[in-house]
């Protein structure tokens, strides 16, 4: 376990720990731009009405989905 405050006895700097660097915004871009077209389908699709129903829906769902990836992708970056 890596203690900050913990005194070493032989008088060595700790090593330097090393972060993730990078990793996944390519992802996380690609996971806004979805969720903008998607929204923006839903919002169309939505008040359109009439047989347009099913692709607002449709279109909603993959906006939930692109939230939920978002969040979780954000709990996975901040864990490591």
């Known amino acids: 376990m890596n203690d900050p405050y913990r005194l070493d006895p032989s008088g060595r700097p700790p090593a330097p720990t ?9 992802l996380r871009a690609l996971l806004w ?3 903008i077209v998607s929204a923006a389908t839903n919002m169309v699709g939505n008040n359109l009405g009439g ?3 099913p692709l ?3 279109a909603g769902i993959i906006a939930v989905g692109c939230i939920a990836a978002l969040i979780a992708h954000h709990f ?3 864990r490591s």
Do not use: E, K
């Not at 090393?18 to 390519?26: E, K, L, Y």
């Open 51 to 53: 047989g347009s129903t």
């Open 76 to 78: 996975m970056r901040r």
């Open 18 to 26: 090393s972060r993730p660097r990078g990793g996944g915004t390519a």
């Open 33 to 35: 731009v979805v969720f």
């Open 56 to 58: 607002g829906m449709g």
